[in-house]
Every structure is written in structure tokens, then in C-alpha cells.
């Protein structure tokens, strides 16, 4: 997927590229994935090399990584994966993460991955694309709402 847009008063990144994950990638994914973790205030490094063999992964129960490029560099990332619904004989995919390199918010990089990734949903079928985040995520949550629909569920974990 080219080309980015953004909201009015930004200047949206231009010869944006959205792909798969390479295996070359990795040194600036992981960058990414710290500036992710360091968001969300956890510290994830105990399952990073699985997570990123999985994401080059080719079974159907592993997560896909798109990548958001302009020039070579990483500017951005998203995982996501498929699954199967009790509610509906299609597949759903489930964004589980998106990030952003701080120099590239707010310039359509997001907005290109999570387009990518609908791209993605319609390719396959797939019922819907759905996910979760922070209530603080504002920047997040601005974006979001231009592209999404907020629904009322309420998520629990088990303690």
C-alpha cells in the first residue's frame, strides 16, 4: 500500500510503503517495539525473540507484522492475527498492536497500517477487524475515531 493522509495541519509522510515484515527488519522493528513497551509501561523482552519468529511465521495461528516504510526506514508497525468466532462462520482479525515512531505521528502512517490491515480483512473475508487500547492513548484514540466505531463492551481479565 503507497501513500498516507493525515488530518489538516501535519505533513503527511509521502512514498510511505506498507509490507510484510522481512527478516532484515528486525533491528528497527525492535526499536519500535521498545518505544511500544516503554508506552505502555510493561517490559516484554522475555518473549521478543519468540514473537518475532512467530511473526515470520507461515502457520495460521501465528500473528502477521506489517511495517510502515519511507526510504528504508522503519516508521511504524502493526501486528495482527486471525481467529475464528462463535457468532459467525467467518474469520475476525484482531489488531493487536500499532505503533508509531514519535516523528511520524499525526502524518498518516498509522492511518496507512490500520487501512492495510483492512485491506487485508476484505482479501479474506474476514467478518471484521476490532481492538483494544488504553483509555489514556489520546493520540491513538483521535485517530481511531476517524477510522473505527468505539463499541461498549468492557474487557475483564482473569486475576
Avoid at 481511531?144 to 468505539?150: C, I, Q, R, S, T
Wanted: with cysteine; glycine share 6%.
Amino acid at each position: 500500500m503507497r501513500g498516507a493522509t493525515c488530518r489538516i495541519g501535519c505533513e503527511p509522510v509521502t512514498d510511505l510503503i506498507v509490507r510484510p515484515a522481512r527478516e532484515d527488519d528486525r533491528a528497527q522493528w525492535e526499536v519500535l517495539w521498545k518505544g511500544y513497551q516503554e508506552f505502555y509501561e510493561t517490559n516484554l523482552d522475555h518473549v521478543t525473540d519468540g514473537l518475532w519468529m512467530r511473526l515470520l511465521g507461515n502457520k495460521p495461528q501465528d500473528p502477521i507484522c506489517l511495517v510502515a516504510e519511507q526510504n528504508g526506514k522503519i516508521l511504524g508497525f502493526t501486528h495482527y492475527l486471525f481467529h475464528g468466532s462463535c457468532w459467525s462462520d467467518k474469520q475476525r482479525i484482531y489488531l493487536n498492536d500499532l505503533f508509531t515512531s514519535p516523528e511520524a505521528r499525526s502524518k498518516g502512517v498509522g492511518r496507512a497500517l490500520i487501512e492495510a490491515v483492512y485491506k487485508a480483512a476484505d482479501q479474506s473475508d474476514a467478518e471484521t477487524v476490532y481492538w483494544l487500547t488504553q483509555d489514556f492513548n489520546e493520540a491513538g484514540r483521535a485517530l481511531y475515531d476517524k477510522v473505527a466505531k468505539l463499541t461498549p463492551f468492557i474487557k475483564y481479565n482473569r486475576p
